[in-house]
């Protein structure tokens, strides 16, 4: 099975940490659902404690370092990922309420 790396970054720890572990526990249900899918998915996760300067380093590594397909980041985090990701030619999902953080 070919195998997708997706990167993602969220707070797992400071104060917005209860956020990043909802997610990352929704996306793990989420993976159980498509453990037969004709690929292969893996999460690789990131804490950018919900802070700019950690969201650009968290960004660079999961695509430098783990050569993720993918990007995800969560609300304002988007603003500094969004174009890290489009440097790399790499997909970036956010989780935002912006609709203009795409343009």
């Known amino acids: 099975k070919p195998n997708v790396k997706i990167g993602v970054e969220l707070p797992f720890s ?3 940490a209860m956020f990043g572990e909802d997610i990352r526990r ?3 249900m989420a ?3 498509f453990k037969d899918a004709p690929v292969d998915i893996q999460m690789v996760y990131e804490d950018n ?7 650009v380093s968290a960004a660079q590594k999961l695509l430098t370092i783990d050569k993720v397909d993918a990007l995800v980041s969560l609300w304002d985090m988007a ?5 890290i990701a489009e440097t ?3 997909p970036h999902v956010s989780i935002r309420w912006n609709p ?3 343009e």
């Open 100 to 102: 203009h953080i795409a």
């Open 26 to 28: 929704g996306m793990e």
């Open 49 to 55: 404690e919900h802070k700019a300067p950690k969201a």
């Open 31 to 33: 993976l159980e659902k």
């Open 88 to 90: 790399h030619s790499t």
């Open 14 to 16: 400071g104060d917005m």
């Open 79 to 83: 603003d500094v990922v969004a174009p």
